[in-house]
């Protein structure tokens, strides 16, 4: 792409000056901070041809509509499905933005070069349900584990499938998140918004047990542990949790699933039992109904009924 040259001493803006760390500061969840910067820096891949390139010191400020209209292209044309390229033309608005903001560019610059239409697309909704054998399975391997282990494990899937919480918020609960009494826990979800949401008796119960392994020491609900069965508090990540989710589904004979695939399958089951799509929006932090009724399985069932009820003419089918 060709980008006008700038004098290489303005090739690597201090970081208090680089939009792209600019950018990177504002975002207030670390996994949030892990998306956006790898879309940036595939971004810088892209535009520079260099396959070590990251997006800081990169003359984001310099972009121009022509340029910005061609690395739109240039994702597709990667074969990036329309998903993925929308998510990387919001980090670049976002990026811009932040140069107009630094003083950089122009606001007439800024509008010209961040005006990039998303791709239209429809997609169902990735991965799959949870079926209640499959989470028996799980809580079964984790019970039979008598470490500290076993038990924070067996709570972290009881959390995770009567919440449909996402994993960087689990990642994120605290102790005093949890009100034992009213049965709820205080997520910190996207965009900084709390919510409430509740457990099961069961899921009580589990957290009660891990709870007693973990002590009442302030500080983050779900820790690590080491290999000797010491816990550390500090917060995990939420790969960590995606890492726990394999690997005790694994240990069950289970296939793969996500711990996205628990929150789908608790927006499903919340739809299933008649709760009304604004209920079930509040409780797992949609900011919009219709992110919610994507995971409406009732309209998939419905169509499928329909279809069972054509018969084809003849007898049984060739064998």
């Known amino acids: 792409m060709n980008i006008p040259a700038v004098p290489e001493r303005d090739l690597a803006p201090q970081p208090a000056r680089d939009p792209y760390h600019a950018y990177l500061d504002a975002l207030q969840s670390p996994e949030s901070k892990r998306t956006m910067r790898g879309c940036l820096d595939r971004m810088a891949r892209l535009i520079t041809g260099d396959p070590r390139a990251t997006g800081a010191g990169q003359p984001w400020e310099r972009l121009r509509y022509e340029h910005t209209i061609r690395l739109r292209t240039l994702m597709r044309e990667q074969g990036w499905s329309p998903a993925h390229v929308n998510k990387h033309l919001v980090a670049l608005r976002r990026v811009l933005k932040e140069a107009w903001r630094l003083g950089l560019m122009t606001g007439e610059e800024f509008q010209r070069a961040a005006d990039l239409p998303a791709f239209k697309h429809t997609r169902l909704p990735a991965g799959g349900h949870v079926p209640p054998e499959v989470l028996g399975a799980c809580l079964e391997v984790c019970d039979e584990d008598h470490s500290p282990a076993g038990r924070r494990d067996g709570a972290m899937f009881a959390v995770l499938y009567s919440t449909g919480c996402r994993r960087a918020e689990l990642a994120g609960l605290r102790l005093t998140d949890f009100d034992r009494p009213a049965r709820s826990l205080r997520v910190l979800g996207k965009g900084d ?44 990540t939420g790969q960590a949790i995606a890492d726990v989710v394999a690997r005790r589904l694994e240990a069950a004979g289970a296939s793969k699933r996500t711990p996205h695939d628990f929150r789908r399958t608790f927006i499903g089951e919340l739809l299933d039992a008649g709760v009304d799509l604004a209920t079930a929006q509040a409780l797992v932090g949609h900011a919009s109904p219709a992110t919610t009724a994507r995971y409406d399985r009732r309209p998939e069932r419905r169509r499928r009924e329909a279809v069972d009820r054509l018969k084809i003419p003849g007898a049984t089918a060739p064998r």
């Open 193 to 236: 918004k709390e919510r409430l949401v509740y457990l099961t008796a069961e899921a009580v119960q589990r957290l009660d047990l891990w709870l007693a392994e973990r002590g009442r020491e302030p500080g983050p609900l779900f820790c690590p542990i080491n290999k000797a069965g010491r816990l550390r508090l500090s917060h995990m």
